[in-house]
């Protein structure tokens, strides 16, 4: 299997754990509040909505969310609309880290910080306001172009495959994956594990949960006599 294969599966295996973890596969209460950050709905013709016909989703508030049927609570947001939504400045989009297309344009926004977007690896468009810069730069994206009022940023290119960034930044033992536009972290390869990757072999679970685990019931039962001789006593 070649490098290049690894950093893929391993970047799916990343988003994977992040759903699962985040809550990714049920919408919560902060996701409900992002696509209802402004009123309306995803209008017909922008880039959500085409995007998201196409990919057989669901409209809900500034949201397309991914909806599998045959999976208990698998709704998680794919496409996020909040153009026109007078919004001055954006200071959390996490909710949103599974999107592949987002839309910020017609928006008085100032600034924006690239580290909004850190873990968006499947981001692929991003509208913003022709005053704003793509998050990452341009060499982060195949594809920048201003048109009129609108900033477009489309492709998101893969940091890892860029020039030293695989040998000069992720240390021995470890391969480098992308993690959003500008943004990439080091994975220890299999059979290594630990700070820099140096520690060789499997996790010692048993040896380090085994006594946790232990001490754990064991405070249970002192303080369930504890507090029962003190039942009895009164």
Sequence with gaps: MTAGHSQQNAAVVLLFIHLCFSGGYQLTEL???LCHLCNGTVQNGTAVSQFCSASAGLIDGRCCLLRKENIRDADYIIGLDLSNCSLSRVEDLQDAFSATTIDLSLNP????????????ILLAKLILPANLVC??????????KVKGETH???????ICNQTG????????????????????QCS????????????EGEFPIIQVFGPLAGSTVLVSILLWVTQRRKAISV
């Design 31 to 33: 996701q409900v509040g």
């Design 109 to 120: 926004i100032v600034n924006l910080d690239d580290s909004l977007f850190e873990g968006f």
């Design 135 to 144: 998050p990452g730069g341009n060499a982060s994206w195949d594809k920048v």
């Design 152 to 158: 477009f940023c489309e492709g998101q290119k893969d």
């Design 165 to 184: 960034y695989l040998s000069l930044n992720c240390p021995e033992n470890s391969l480098c994956l992308p993690y959003g536009p500008g943004f990439f």
């Design 188 to 199: 220890c390869v299999d059979a290594f594990r630990g700070y820099k990757c140096l520690r």
